[in-house]
């Protein structure tokens, strides 16, 4: 389901003449790979920075530590930071930041279960997000967590002249 997603959003994109760049934390660049896997990849796909570990939030993205520290590294807050500070080094036409839960040991906690998952994306500057609990294996959540990232896509981009 997510590749049909990804498909029909990459020529969405495509036929908008939209580009696109990703700061992956939980997905760890699985879901800029599922856009370059798309035929229209080399006219929409800027690329994307994968910072898994909380570190390379502050150090690539400059994320300032004091927001990592008062939200937690899987956070809204955090991904909305990715999010607005990946357009400084990737210039694209829209923004995509994802960080999560894919397994124990990160901030879960009763209100964040393992499995909650938040994605940010500025589309031409305009603030989109979506936070979302999913259910089975790591795998599985980052595979619903793409799917859902093509949808919001596919929605937003499909309101625009």
């Not at 856009?35 to 796909?45: H, K, Q, T, V, Y």
């Not at 990592?68 to 990737?90: D, Q």
């Amino acid at each position: 389901m997510a590749e049909q997603r990804i498909l029909e959003c990459s020529k969405l994109m495509a036929e908008k003449n939209l580009t696109i760049a990703f700061a992956e934390s939980a997905t760890a660049g699985w879901l800029c790979s599922e856009f370059a896997l798309a035929p229209e990849s080399g006219r929409i796909l800027k690329g994307g920075i994968v910072c898994y570990d909380a570190t390379l939030k502050e150090d690539i993205l400059k994320v300032p530590h004091v927001l990592i520290e008062k939200y937690t590294p899987e956070s809204e807050e955090v991904t909305a930071e990715m999010a607005r500070r990946l357009g400084g080094l990737i210039p694209s036409d829209i923004q995509i930041g994802v960080t999560g839960l894919t397994t124990p040991g990160g901030s879960e906690n009763y209100d964040k279960p393992v499995g909650t998952m938040f994605v940010y994306a500025f589309i031409h500057g305009k603030p989109v997000s979506l936070c979302q609990v999913y259910t089975g294996s790591q795998e599985d959540i980052i595979h619903q967590t793409i799917d859902a990232v093509a949808q919001m896509l596919i929605n937003e981009i499909g309101k625009m002249p």
